[in-house]
């Protein structure tokens, strides 16, 4: 139980940080919210916990394809708030983008060979 406190804490300073980060400069938030924070540290831990070369190299690959669908979201948020809809109503049309795109790539991925 303190291992996983422990990774909630550290997962979740290094996210405080960047949100924090970005108040005062969006520019570098930017630049910390684009880096695969949440991977990396997802790798760490999972490495810690079995660390499988087989199995790391299966997940970093899984991910990159569903990074993939999550892009959009990135341009279609920008997109509508520009044009007067509200920030939680651009979120929510973004993460629904996001979920039909997941969706369409694990339906995708089997027929194009991939494994995830």
């Given at each position: 139980?303190?291992?996983?406190?422990?990774?909630?804490?550290?997962?979740?300073?290094?996210?405080g940080a960047a949100s924090t980060i970005a108040r005062?400069?969006?520019?570098?938030?930017a630049i910390i919210a684009s880096l695969p924070l949440v991977s990396v540290l997802g790798m760490m831990w999972l490495w810690r916990d079995k660390?499988?070369?087989?199995?790391?190299?299966?997940?970093?690959?899984?991910?990159?394809?569903?990074?993939?669908?999550s892009l959009p979201m990135f341009l279609?948020?920008?997109a509508l708030l520009r044009r007067g809809l509200?920030?939680?109503?651009a979120l929510a049309a973004g993460c629904l983008l996001?979920?039909?795109?997941?969706?369409?790539?694990?339906?995708?991925?089997?027929r194009l060979g991939l494994r995830l």
């Amino acid at each position: 139980m303190v291992y996983f406190i422990l990774k909630c804490a550290i997962s979740g300073i290094m996210i405080g940080a960047a949100s924090t980060i970005a108040r005062r400069y969006p520019g570098v938030g930017a630049i910390i919210a684009s880096l695969p924070l949440v991977s990396v540290l997802g790798m760490m831990w999972l490495w810690r916990d079995k660390p499988d070369p087989a199995n790391m190299a299966a997940h970093a690959q899984a991910t990159f394809w569903y990074v993939l669908p999550s892009l959009p979201m990135f341009l279609l948020i920008p997109a509508l708030l520009r044009r007067g809809l509200g920030f939680w109503s651009a979120l929510a049309a973004g993460c629904l983008l996001t979920v039909v795109l997941y969706l369409g790539m694990t339906w995708a991925a089997p027929r194009l060979g991939l494994r995830l």
